[in-house]
T-cell receptor, first 113, second 113 residues
């Protein structure tokens, strides 16, 4: 079974731009969560989507948004990029929100200049 | 306020010996705990987990112990192998599976030959 895939793997943007990241969950998984990893803050939960609906949201500003499609693929968008948004963005999938274990993709490394 | 703490940023262990990685938490609502292993430029890989109703879970060379009264868990790796060198993250999930995972900052395990 293929794992979680994320595209692109690397991205360079400048301040003020916006960016969209994509995540395809493990086949059959319908829940997708997004996390941000930075050296200072570690791994932090952004939001979770299930059945095309956002279920939970972490403590991030409204510039961070996402959506989920009917095939469970998810996209994450960051608008008006700031230098501090430079991070590794990780996507994780699980069968449903009540499933205990989440499986992570390789991440998208975003650099904001 | 860090709800999941891994107080040792790094740990060096000789090959063949036991590696013990520790994790403390403050939120008594956490009901499920997971350990992930991460190599550079890759997403976290799920290792082992434990429900709050248990005090031990074993899977091959990996054993996780949970002490609810002390709000402490540990991951034991026996015997340690060179391929175990990685960053290990402790993660906790809130009650009902509704929340995203809360991660510790990680412990860099170095297995020395």
């Amino acid at each position: 079974k293929a794992g979680v895939t994320q595209t692109p793997r690397y991205l360079i943007k400048t301040r003020g731009q916006q960016v969209t990241l994509s995540c395809s969950p493990i086949s059959g998984h319908r829940s997708v969560s997004w996390y941000q990893q930075t050296p200072g803050q570690g791994l932090q939960f952004l939001f979770e989507y299930f059945s095309e609906t956002q279920r939970n949201k972490g403590n991030f500003p409204g510039r961070f948004s996402g959506r989920q499609f009917s095939n469970s693929r998810s996209e994450m968008n960051v608008s008006t990029l700031e230098l501090g948004d430079s991070a590794l963005y990780l996507c994780a999938s699980r069968a449903t929100p009540s499933t205990d274990t989440q499986y992570f993709g390789p991440g998208t490394r975003l650099t904001v200049l | 306020d860090q709800q999941v703490k891994q107080n040792s940023p790094s740990l060096s262990v000789q090959e063949g010996r036991i590696s013990i990685l520790n994790c403390d938490y403050t939120n008594s609502m956490f009901d499920y705990f997971l350990w992930y292993k991460k190599y550079p430029a890759e997403g976290p890989t799920f290792l082992i987990s434990i429900s709050s109703i248990k005090d031990k879970n074993e899977d091959g060379r990996f054993t996780v112990f949970l002490n609810k009264s002390a709000k402490h868990l540990s991951l034991h790796i026996v015997p340690s192998q060179p391929g175990d060198s990685a960053v290990y993250f402790c993660a906790a999930r809130g009650g009902g599976g509704a929340d995203g995972l809360t991660f510790g900052k990680g412990t860099h395990l170095i297995i020395q030959p």
